[in-house]
């Protein structure tokens, strides 16, 4: 930074100095104007240029360079120094020259500059326009080919007729190439009226004619702003260009007004309006055709307790994080996304749709004490034929792929169909504790694009998440029981129920009308260590009582040191208390005459009670 | 550059060998009488194709690219050489993957003058590996061949060069890369985003290169090297080129389609 970022107030000094030295009649007095000075940097710092290095980057990565200079006759030119991948210092080099006083640079048609580098490299972004606030009349350059040769290089002025107060000079912002850094020198940096830039081209949207659906209160913001110029070589060069330097125009401002700085405002309807738009008088390719539907009819308002929902996208509720809401995936997804937001609601807007997928995988999503995905959909065109919309849920880490695919009659377009799809109809889906994505595919090649709002899992079971009722009460005879948990039955002295094996789960015994039960929290696993190996030989049964309504995989194990265990699978969610009496046969080859442990393993809420190996 | 440094030692050389030091006065030329003779103004309607009166054309690659490795197949389809109902001919050459079409129409055999003014008023296409010309060949090619038939080049541009162009002669011992050439070069404008008069005028003792009537280039029957062809009559060529010896080749970013838009073509002779 240190020298320079300095302001040079050198040039301002000279100018108040001119204007307190002279005695002028007022009536004379015009509107300033602003200087025209050409040169940006040809051996120094040109007057009133200050530059400042953006924020991430290595600060020190611009200086003035008195040893390589173009045509070794200028006395210095700009030295760019591209740190490795990886620096310390700041993760690229950037930064922009700009003037405390604006300058008039109407006269101009060109910013041109020499530039040589270490190597062959594709530099970024380079331009102007750049004054680190509003930063209005900004035009860049992307990927500007370099190499080791001093060559000229052209940057158009767009629209210089609009350029009367430019304060941002120059800007740059290069990465490693390939992880590696480099160096670039740029010299004789000037404004220029070269006259020889030809054949303009202006596009707005990429230069395509784009119709749209929308609504009054939708806003959108026009984009893909370019400006193409021949250059005095014959070739062209294109620029990315702010959306000051077009004038918006709509052909039908009762449907939808276009800002100065291009963003839409759909107005009225039913009707339709077209957004074009000029630069410097030429017409831009590219166009935007609002057809307003009216008034935008809203999803239905979700009304669940947030404490029971888990939200990918809605207003109503806060979203988990998400990573993408399109992950663009090539090389088969055709889907792109023109999402909009309507009286302060935002909504998905999925176009050219073959099938898209949401990801949230930073978190992943336990899902295991949900019962439902709900998400609300709107076909804005009309269906030829019923549509198959099919929604896959994937799991992480296990559980895999699961899908649903639902059936919407062709009578129902252009209206919001609120889907509430148990999480037990996704075909597939063994696991939910890692949810990461949710995948919508057009299955019968029917629907062209739709909205989605309100995409959230929820908990709509009925039944509590608890039991109101304690275990049935054990009837079998203290004599022929060993028992581990049990209000009716002495347990195995020193039995530890919650031993640290390092699990997530969430121990505690909760009264249920007087009945002492125990309740195994967000199960991963969860052991219990016997106060002293067990000879059970002589048993013929595990008897457990079980109870849960989240819980989709639950498992009992027995141990023998080895430790040589077995799992028997219980049957989940229960409806009301689950009474099983498992022959101790089916869990061989664990050592019965010698069983240490017992552990369970699954997912959701747990409660369990009377506990025991029987006769 | 260089081409600039050629043009600028071009009119020290006139001035110095002419008309003394003014190089206002080089421009004072004699007073002419010109009287029309023969010319195409091109108001024909959008898409009609040229007058068969008037013009032929040469159709195919010819042999090695028209001698010069030119990568263009000629046609004489209207997408490639049509009017364009705004009173011009347009000349059109098309990009399809790696190969091009474009046009090249002459008066062979329909029309021919020894002598007199020859002029056309064109917007040239632009561009790496675009060659525009405006051009001449003598009539008798046909039984001498080329170059002893003489060939001149009225008006001559490199697409990657939009701001110069060229008038040349090649006869027999100075032709090809030993052509007497002289480069006109536009400040801070180029041929292709405006019309521009492109004339010679050509007695029997030199032949004199005009840009918007002003003279650029004479070259007198004692400046040729060899033997001096110019005494009978020579046909008129159009032709958009992509490619070639001349030009070079065309890039993956020349834009295309790429046009030589033609407002009208005039044959003088001097009146008496």
Redesign the interface.
């Known amino acids: 930074m240190k020298t320079n970022i300095a302001v040079r107030h050198l040039f301002i000094g000279f100018f108040s100095l001119f204007l307190l030295s002279c005695e002028r009649d007022l009536s004379d007095l015009k509107p300033a104007a602003y200087p025209t000075n050409p040169e940006v940097f040809i051996d120094a710092f040109s007057p009133g240029l200050n530059y400042a290095a953006f924020g991430g980057s290595v600060p020190t990565a611009f200086d003035v360079d008195t040893e390589v200079t173009y045509k070794n006759t200028s006395l210095a030119s700009m030295r760019f120094e591209v740190p490795d991948a990886g620096d310390p210092r700041g993760a690229y080099a950037g930064g922009a020259f700009f003037t405390s006083v604006g300058r008039d640079l109407s006269g101009y048609d060109a910013l041109t500059f020499w530039a040589k580098a270490s190597q062959a490299a594709n530099i970024d972004i380079i331009g102007f326009g750049n004054d680190l606030g509003a930063s209005k009349y900004q035009a860049i350059i992307s990927g500007l080919a370099v190499n080791t040769n001093w060559q000229k290089y052209i940057i158009p002025l767009p629209d210089p007729a609009k350029l009367t107060a430019e304060r941002g000079m120059f800007f740059y912002s290069e990465g490693p190439e390939n992880g590696r850094g480099y160096t670039f020198w740029i010299d004789e940096l000037t404004f220029e009226?070269?006259?020889?830039l030809?054949?303009p081209q202006h596009a707005i949207l990429n230069g395509e004619d784009q119709v749209e659906t929308s609504f009054i209160g939708v806003s959108k913001t026009i984009g893909g702003l370019s400006s193409t110029f021949?250059l005095?070589?014959?070739?062209?060069q294109s620029l990315n260009v702010a959306p000051a330097y077009f004038t918006f125009t709509s052909s039908n401002e009762s449907v939808a007004t276009v800002s100065e700085s291009g963003v839409v405002r759909v107005v009225g309807g039913p009707g339709s309006a077209k957004i074009t738009a000029t630069l410097g008088g030429v017409p831009a390719k590219g166009s935007l055709t609002i057809q307003s539907l009216g008034n935008f009819q809203s999803a239905p308002i979700p009304t669940r307790s947030p404490d029971k929902v888990i939200s990918i996208f809605s207003d109503a509720y806060n979203d988990v994080p998400v990573d993408y809401y399109n992950g663009f995936w090539q090389p088969f997804q055709t889907t792109l996304s023109a999402d909009f937001t309507v009286n302060n609601d935002r909504i998905l807007h999925y176009t050219d749709f073959n099938f898209v997928g949401i990801q949230f995988s930073s978190p992943t999503i336990n899902a295991t004490s949900m019962t439902h995905l709900h998400l609300d959909i709107y076909f804005p065109n009309p269906l030829t034929t019923n549509a198959r919309f099919k929604i896959e849920l994937v799991n992480f880490v296990s559980g895999g792929t699961g899908a649903f695919t639902t059936t919407i009659p062709a009578t129902q377009s252009q209206q919001w169909i609120s889907l509430d799809i148990p999480l037990s109809s996704f075909a597939g889906l063994s696991g939910r504790a890692n949810l990461a994505q949710i995948i919508f595919v057009d299955d019968n090649n029917s629907i062209s694009s739709f909205y989605a709002d309100n995409i959230y899992f929820y908990n709509g079971s009925s039944s509590p998440l608890a039991p109101t009722n304690p275990a049935p009460l054990p009837t079998h005879p203290a004599a022929n029981v060993i028992s581990v948990f049990s209000d009716s039955y002495a347990a195995i002295p020193s039995t530890d129920l919650n031993p640290n094996w390092g699990q997530a789960t969430v121990v505690t015994q909760v009264g249920i009308q007087g009945n002492n039960t125990l309740r195994y929290g967000g199960l991963n696993y969860q052991g219990i260590q016997l106060g002293s190996p067990q000879n059970i030989t002589g048993m013929g049964f595990l008897h457990l009582d079980f109870w849960t309504a989240n819980s989709n995989a639950l498992s009992v194990y027995i141990i023998s040191p080895g430790p040589v265990e077995t799992a028997s699978v219980l049957t989940v969610p229960t409806s009301g208390w689950s009474s099983v009496d498992i022959p101790l046969s089916a869990f061989a080859p664990v050592n019965l005459s010698n069983v240490i442990q017992l552990k369970f393993e699954g997912n959701g809420d747990i409660y369990l009670d009377n506990i025991y190996f029987r006769r | 550059m260089k081409l600039n440094i050629i043009y600028l030692f071009a009119i020290a050389s006139l001035v110095a060998a002419s008309w003394g030091c003014n190089p206002d006065n080089f421009q004072k030329l004699d007073q002419r009488n010109w009287e029309l003779v023969w010319s195409d103004e091109f108001n024909g309607a959008a898409g009609q194709v040229p007058d068969a009166t008037k013009w032929t054309y040469d159709i195919g690659t010819g042999d090695n690219g028209w001698g010069n490795q030119e990568l263009q197949v000629y046609t004489d389809k209207p997408e490639n050489v049509a009017m364009d109902g705004q009173g011009n001919l347009v000349i059109t050459a098309l990009r399809t993957g790696s190969s091009f079409t474009s046009a090249r129409i002459k008066t062979q055999d329909l029309f021919g003058q020894q002598y007199g003014r020859f002029e056309a008023r064109l917007k040239t296409p632009?561009?790496?590996g675009?060659w525009p010309a405006f051009w001449m060949l003598g009539a008798n090619i046909e039984t001498v061949s080329w170059p002893q038939c003489g060939e001149i080049d009225i008006m001559e541009l490199r697409?990657?060069?939009?701001?110069i162009i060229h008038g040349s002669i090649h006869g027999p011992g100075y032709s090809a890369g030993n052509a007497i050439t002289k480069g006109y070069s536009l400040?801070?404008?180029?041929f292709?985003?405006d019309y521009n008069l492109f004339a010679i005028e050509w007695d029997r003792d030199k032949i004199d290169f005009f840009v918007n009537d002003f003279l650029y280039q004479r070259i007198a029957r004692s400046d040729v090297p060899g033997e001096w062809v110019y005494d009978q009559p020579f046909f008129i060529i159009f032709n958009v080129a992509v490619g070639g010896t001349f030009v070079g080749f065309p890039?993956p970013?020349?834009?295309f389609p790429q046009r030589m838009t033609i407002d009208y073509v005039r044959v003088y002779q001097k009146a008496n």
């Open positions: 009226k070269l006259g020889t030809a054949h021949n005095p070589t014959g070739i062209n | 632009y561009g790496p675009l697409g990657q060069e939009p701001h400040s801070k404008a180029r292709d985003t890039t970013s020349t834009p």
